[in-house]
């Protein structure tokens, strides 16, 4: 099991940026695949980006391609989410999640995942 606590979240103006950090511990593999989603009131949660955890390979939904980077520091054990450009329909609680043998056509689906945080609130005021 893998343990995960997000921070960085916050309120920021419309234009802002944003770095989400997560702190992982706990038991993680070659395979592991560490995932950023975010859910929204009323709305499922939505892939962001995700990061193999030991190879650096980066994946991200096409729709956050630009504005977000996801990055990860093994030394440090934490995973990062820098968020540029924010915009007021990027409000939503953000979640850090690991799935550690991942099924790599699953990625951008929550259940893939086997443990999460949990999640910081981003609020982005137009």
């Known amino acids: 099991q893998v343990q995960l606590v997000e921070s960085g979240g916050g309120l920021v103006q419309a234009g802002g940026s944003l770095r989400l950090s997560c702190a992982v511990s706990?038991?993680?593999?070659?395979?592991?695949?560490m995932g950023w989603f975010r859910q929204a009131p009323g709305k499922e949660r939505e892939f962001v980006a995700a990061?193999?955890?030991?190879?650096?390979?980066?994946y991200y939904a096409d729709s956050m391609k630009g504005r977000f980077t996801i990055s990860r520091d093994t030394a440090k054990s934490t995973l990062y989410l820098q968020m540029n450009s924010l915009k007021p329909e990027d409000t939503a609680v953000y979640y850090c999640?690991?799935?550690?043998?991942?099924?790599?056509?699953?990625?951008?689906?929550?259940?893939?995942?086997?443990?999460w945080g949990q999640g910081t609130q981003v609020t982005v005021s137009s």
């Open positions: 706990g038991r993680t593999f070659g395979t592991t695949l």
């Open positions: 999640a690991a799935d550690l043998r991942p099924t790599m056509t699953r990625m951008r689906h929550p259940g893939e995942y086997d443990d």
């Open positions: 990061i193999s955890w030991t190879g650096g390979a980066t």
